[in-house]
C-alpha cells in the first residue's frame, strides 16, 4: 500500500531564517506531488505541484520554493521565511488520477 | 470561475441528526468532486467521492448528492455521531487531458460539531 511521510511535525523559526521541509511517498511511482497550505485551520491552497523529476508547478507567487529530486520526494523551501509564511503545510500525491491523499502535515510558525 | 463556495461555515448537530453541507461551482471542466475529512492538527483524509454521471453516491452513513445543472454537491451523514466532529471541505478537479489535471480546487470548508 502506498504512505506518504511529512516532517517534521511542528517547527519554529525564527524570521529571516531558512526552511527546508520533505515529503516523500512509498509504494507508488511517478505520482503526482503537491504542497498546499492551509491557514487558521481552514481552506487549503495549492502552491506548487509536480508531475515528475525537476518539474515543477508554481501556483502562486511567494516566498517559497519547492523541488523534486527524485521521483518520490518532494521539498519545500525558503531561503528566508516572513511571518506570514506560518501555517499549516500538507504534501499530497494522487497517480494518474485525481484522487488526492494527503500527508499529517507540518505546523510551522514563524516568530 | 475556479472557486467552490462551501456552506454553511459551522454546522452543530445532536448525535442522530443528519448535518447537510452544501458546494457549489462555476467551472464547468470540473468533473471530479472529492469530500474530505480534517481531525485538528492532522491531514486531510478522503472520505468520498462523486463524478458527474451519477446524481447520488452513498458510501456507509456518508452520501453524496449531485445536481449537475445547477452546478451544486452536498455531503449527507446520516445518523451522525460525535466522532463524525471534524472539519469537512469539499474539492472539485478537472478532466483529464488538461494541464490542471489532478489539481484539487477546495471549498472553505465547515466545522461540524455533533453534541452526544
Known amino acids: 500500500s502506498q504512505t506518504i511521510h511529512q516532517w517534521p511535525a511542528t517547527l519554529v523559526q525564527p524570521v529571516g531564517s531558512p526552511l527546508s521541509l520533505e515529503c516523500t511517498v512509498e509504494?507508488?511511482?511517478?505520482?503526482?506531488l503537491y504542497w498546499y497550505r492551509q491557514a487558521a485551520g481552514r481552506g487549503l491552497q495549492l502552491l506548487f505541484y509536480s508531475v515528475g523529476i525537476g518539474q515543477i508547478s508554481s501556483e502562486v507567487p511567494q516566498n517559497l520554493s519547492a523541488s523534486r529530486p527524485q521521483d518520490r520526494q518532494f521539498i519545500l523551501s525558503s531561503k528566508k521565511l516572513l511571518l506570514s509564511d506560518s501555517g499549516f503545510y500538507l504534501c499530497?500525491?494522487?497517480?494518474?488520477?485525481?484522487?488526492?491523499?494527503f500527508g499529517q502535515g507540518t505546523r510551522l510558525t514563524v516568530v | 470561475q475556479q472557486q467552490v463556495k462551501q456552506s454553511p461555515q459551522s454546522l452543530i448537530v445532536q448525535k442522530g441528526g443528519i448535518p447537510i453541507i452544501n458546494c457549489a461551482y462555476e467551472n464547468t471542466a470540473f468533473d471530479y468532486f472529492p469530500w474530505y475529512q480534517q481531525f485538528p492538527g492532522k491531514g486531510p483524509a478522503l472520505l468520498i467521492a462523486i463524478r458527474p454521471d451519477v446524481s447520488e453516491k452513498k458510501e456507509g452513513r456518508f452520501t453524496i448528492s449531485f445536481n449537475k445543472s445547477a452546478k451544486q454537491f452536498s455531503l449527507h451523514i446520516m445518523d451522525s455521531q460525535p466522532g463524525d466532529s471534524a472539519t469537512y471541505f469539499c474539492?472539485?478537479?478537472?478532466?483529464?487531458?488538461?494541464?490542471?489535471?489532478?489539481?484539487?480546487?477546495f471549498g472553505q470548508g465547515t466545522i461540524l460539531t455533533v453534541h452526544p
Open positions: 474539492a472539485a478537479s478537472p478532466s483529464a487531458g488538461g494541464t490542471s489535471y489532478g489539481k484539487l480546487t
Open positions: 499530497a500525491w494522487s497517480w494518474r488520477g485525481q484522487e488526492a491523499f
Open positions: 509504494g507508488t511511482s511517478n505520482p503526482n
